[in-house]
């Protein structure tokens, strides 16, 4: 089975997604859980390194990084594909719908990049997380850095978009975990899943 976590950061969705890849460990499931992408990857390293001397105007070196990422993604996708005869539960944390998500909170707009995002394997299941704003701000501030596209203008869209998401996809649950909530939601998603 694949399954993606989306939200916006603060949320709370790394965290549930850790937990449901111990407990699906601990019932003897084979499990693999990883981020795509990450700024630690060989991905995001080579592309740090093209950028560098690119003298472009901001939204269009966005737009063709936005292509890249989205092409990097469809490999994964690919790779997944793969991964499903020899693991039982295939975990992301963020996937294609992330990226078009942000992208349109950004005003990004990228029809080709959109193209070969829709070109991707669909999970199986997303789980959206959701919190309220004041709280995903206040998990946000105990952070160290802060990227500004989790200003709370910026926050507020990302939350409503996934939201939006998650009431109009048949495939993609609305999880709420607002403080305190935690074990509940955990409990939810470990019964979505079916073991």
């Known amino acids: 089975m694949f399954i993606a976590f989306a939200g916006s950061d603060g949320t709370g969705k790394s965290s549930l997604l850790n937990e449901l890849e111990k407990y699906l460990k601990e019932c003897g499931f084979k499990v693999t859980a990883f981020k795509p992408i990450t700024n630690e990857s060989s ?13 472009a105007s901001s ?3 966005n737009t063709r990084i936005r292509s890249l990422i989205a092409f990097e993604t469809y ?19 963020r996937w294609a719908i992330c990226q078009k998500i942000y992208a349109a909170v950004w005003q ?29 701000d206040r998990r946000l501030s105990k952070r160290e850095f802060r990227d500004p596209i989790e200003s709370n203008y910026a926050l507020k869209r990302v939350i409503r978009n996934y939201k939006k998401y998650a009431e109009n996809q048949s495939n993609a ?10 074990t509940e939601a955990l409990k ?5 899943v079916g073991v």
């Open 43 to 55: 991905f995001a390293k080579r592309l740090e390194e093209v950028k560098k001397g690119f003298n």
């Open 188 to 192: 939810k998603i470990i019964k979505i």
């Open 108 to 136: 990004n707009n990228d029809v080709f990049a959109d193209h070969i995002l829709d070109c991707c394997l669909e999970p199986d299941i997303t789980f959206v997380i959701h919190a309220n704003l004041d709280e995903v």
């Open 173 to 182: 649950v609305l999880i709420h975990n607002h403080d305190g909530e935690f």
């Open 59 to 61: 939204n269009e070196t």
């Open 75 to 93: 490999k994964i996708s690919k790779d997944i594909e793969k991964m499903k005869e020899e693991y039982d539960f295939i975990i992301v944390d």
